[in-house]
């Protein structure tokens, strides 16, 4: 099972915008759970928004209202649209991948992960 691959970050000045996306073949199905999760050094991970096998998706509450998650209709890519980032979103961002059409309660329960793609927000 090939990984996921992220790609789309960058540095962008707050209150600017970032779409990333998460090359995703192996998992284009509708027995996955995909998320992203965002990981710095002193907040740890935080799943950031999750689209389940039935393509309902969950947002943690600091993404609600400015990010979105979605996929292709193939599901081979997960994008991730952020709006109006703020300097505590900049972190590096994981695509990771569950084999369950719920998502997993914890982080660590995803069993598919990406390189991830690091977002940098400036004032």
């Known amino acids: 099972q090939l990984p996921p691959v992220e790609s789309g970050g960058g540095s962008v000045q707050s209150g600017g915008s970032l779409r990333l996306s998460c090359a995703a073949s192996?998992?284009?199905?509708?027995?996955?759970?995909m998320g992203w999760i965002r990981q710095t050094p002193g907040k740890g991970r935080e799943e950031v928004a999750t689209?389940?096998?039935?393509?309902?998706?969950a947002y943690a509450d600091s993404a609600t209202g400015r990010f979105t998650i979605s996929q292709d209709n193939d599901r081979k890519t997960l994008y991730l649209q952020m709006n109006d980032l703020k300097s505590e979103d900049a972190a590096m961002y994981y695509c990771?991948?569950?084999?369950?059409?719920?998502?997993?309660?914890?982080?660590?329960?995803?069993?598919?992960w990406g390189q991830g793609t690091q977002v940098t927000v400036s004032e």
């Open positions: 192996g998992f284009a199905h509708s027995k996955y759970c």
């Open positions: 689209l389940a096998g039935d393509g309902s998706a």
């Open positions: 990771a991948a569950e084999y369950e059409t719920w998502c997993p309660r914890l982080v660590d329960e995803y069993d598919y």
